[in-house]
């Protein structure tokens, strides 16, 4: 079997921890019931592991009530969830020129049902540029939604700032953490968020299609739920429940995945988020220095975003200025068998701010689990392939 470096962790950590593949598998083989339904031990059990999973979460971001914590899919469904239940037609809300798409095409779908869109102006670095949000509020301004990271570059935005803004001029901020949770620091509190969306899968560790989202509690009257369900409650009647947090969380939830996303949590305590920053970010220094040594005038690579590992994440982003980037990210995975993702990274918006549309880009990004020895690896192929 060929030898594999895996540098794909902005799209999904892996692998995951042993303890949570191990957990998933209990669940399947030695649990199996849902919560809220069943009136005997092993539900009761399982509702125990749910309750104490919303119990971490709150506490490692900083929120209110653990039942303000609402499981989903994933920081897509979250964003659709938040965005779609508070903006009404007539609204204004400004978005950086950073975002994915799990906040852009909610955004433009609401904006076709006469929501008013404005992006804030971020530099050739993908930082944004604080100093124009003043002149960017009107009376009908409701919200600034922005990422805390760009999945393209690893940027990160000045949250604390601008969580500062909304609160000084009434206004919600909504903060997609999808590509910080679990690796940089995100308290609701200080921080001044009203509503936080992250996925799982990320740096949480935890497996695909679980991730959610946490509101303050001025914020839970004004959101209406986008679904709507069955929640094993009050179900002699057929209207939404009020309270949280069934209110937002109808149908059977993904079980598998929160009792995976439970030994996530308990193996990020023992292993610290401090230390997983730190060795992403050594590497990510390790890479960027050794882009600049094998290619010292930029001649043939350009480093997309900040040249640095200030103010960012284990992200790096590249173009081959005189090869297709497809065809070196294929041949990074057929000749070395090293996984990058190539293209648009579901982000046109950050490519447009960082010049890099419509062709993107080759994203490198590190994990708990890489080595500096991948990392040399991956700049000795890159090397041989642009015959530098």
Same mark, same amino acid.
């Given at each position: 079997?060929?030898?594999?470096?895996?540098?794909?962790?902005?799209?999904?950590?892996?692998?995951?921890?042993?303890?949570?593949?191990?957990?998933?598998?209990?669940?399947?083989?030695?649990?199996?019931? *849902?919560?809220?339904?069943?009136?005997?031990?092993?539900?009761?059990?399982?509702?125990?592991?749910?309750?104490?999973?919303? !119990?971490?979460?709150?506490?490692?971001?900083?929120? @209110?009530?653990? #039942?303000?914590?609402?499981?989903?899919?994933?920081?897509?469904?979250?964003?659709?969830?938040?965005?779609?239940?508070?903006?009404?037609?007539?609204?204004?809300?400004?978005?950086?020129?950073?975002?994915?798409?799990?906040?852009?095409?909610?955004?433009?779908?609401?904006?076709?049902?006469?929501?008013?869109?404005? #992006?804030?102006?971020?530099? !050739?670095?993908?930082?944004?540029?604080?100093? $124009?949000?003043?002149?960017?509020?009107?009376? *009908?301004?409701?919200?600034?939604?922005?990422?805390?990271?760009?999945?393209?570059?690893?940027?990160?935005?000045?949250?604390?700032?601008?969580?500062?803004?909304?609160?000084?001029?009434?206004?919600?901020?909504?903060?997609?953490?999808?590509?910080?949770?679990?690796?940089?620091?995100?308290?609701?509190?200080?921080?001044?968020?009203?509503?936080?969306?992250?996925?799982?899968?990320?740096?949480?560790?935890?497996?695909?299609?679980?991730?959610?989202?946490?509101?303050?509690?001025?914020?839970?009257?004004?959101?209406?739920?986008?679904?709507?369900?069955?929640? &094993?409650?009050?179900?002699?009647?057929?209207?939404?429940? !009020?309270?949280? @947090?069934?209110?937002?969380? @109808?149908?059977?939830?993904?079980?598998?995945?929160?009792?995976?996303?439970?030994?996530?949590?308990?193996?990020?305590?023992?292993?610290?988020?401090? *230390?997983?920053?730190?060795?992403?970010?050594?590497?990510?220094?390790?890479?960027?220095?050794?882009?600049? #040594?094998?290619?010292?005038?930029?001649?043939?690579?350009?480093?997309?975003?900040?040249?640095?590992?200030?103010?960012?994440?284990?992200?790096?982003?590249?173009?081959?200025?005189?090869?297709?980037?497809?065809?070196?990210?294929? #041949?990074?995975?057929?000749?070395?068998?090293?996984?990058?993702? $190539? &293209?648009?990274?579901?982000?046109?918006?950050?490519?447009?701010?960082?010049?890099?549309? @419509?062709?993107?880009?080759?994203?490198?990004?590190?994990?708990?689990? *890489?080595?500096?020895?991948?990392?040399?690896?991956?700049?000795?192929?890159?090397?041989?392939?642009?015959?530098?």
């Amino acid at each position: 079997m060929k030898r594999t470096i895996y540098l794909d962790n902005a799209s999904t950590t892996f692998p995951k921890p042993r303890e949570v593949a191990d957990a998933v598998y209990e669940y399947m083989t030695q649990m199996g019931s *849902n919560i809220n339904r069943g009136c005997y031990d092993r539900a009761y059990r399982l509702e125990e592991v749910v309750l104490e999973t919303r !119990e971490m979460l709150c506490e490692m971001f900083g929120g @209110p009530d653990c #039942r303000n914590m609402i499981f989903t899919k994933n920081v897509t469904e979250s964003l659709n969830v938040i965005l779609k239940g508070f903006l009404k037609p007539g609204d204004h809300v400004l978005v950086s020129s950073m975002e994915h798409n799990a906040v852009m095409r909610p955004l433009v779908q609401l904006q076709k049902q006469g929501v008013e869109i404005d #992006r804030i102006l971020c530099n !050739e670095y993908g930082e944004l540029c604080v100093e $124009v949000l003043p002149g960017l509020i009107k009376e *009908n301004t409701k919200a600034i939604v922005m990422m805390h990271a760009s999945n393209v570059c690893g940027t990160m935005m000045p949250i604390q700032k601008v969580g500062a803004f909304c609160r000084d001029h009434g206004l919600k901020f909504i903060v997609d953490a999808a590509q910080t949770a679990g690796v940089c620091d995100v308290h609701m509190k200080e921080m001044y968020i009203d509503a936080l969306a992250f996925t799982g899968h990320k740096g949480l560790m935890a497996p695909q299609g679980i991730g959610g989202f946490i509101l303050q509690d001025e914020m839970v009257p004004l959101l209406e739920p986008l679904l709507s369900g069955g929640t &094993g409650s009050i179900s002699h009647t057929e209207e939404v429940p !009020e309270f949280m @947090p069934d209110r937002f969380e @109808p149908g059977t939830m993904n079980l598998p995945g929160i009792v995976g996303l439970h030994a996530a949590l308990l193996w990020m305590q023992h292993t610290g988020t401090e *230390n997983i920053k730190e060795h992403e970010l050594a590497l990510t220094a390790r890479f960027l220095e050794g882009l600049r #040594r094998i290619d010292a005038e930029g001649e043939n690579i350009r480093i997309v975003g900040r040249p640095d590992i200030q103010n960012r994440t284990g992200v790096v982003s590249i173009q081959t200025l005189h090869e297709d980037i497809s065809e070196v990210a294929y #041949r990074l995975d057929a000749e070395y068998g090293i996984m990058t993702r $190539v &293209g648009l990274h579901c982000a046109p918006s950050a490519h447009r701010t960082l010049g890099t549309y @419509p062709t993107g880009t080759i994203r490198f990004s590190f994990g708990w689990w *890489n080595s500096s020895q991948e990392v040399e690896t991956a700049l000795k192929a890159l090397k041989i392939i642009l015959e530098m």
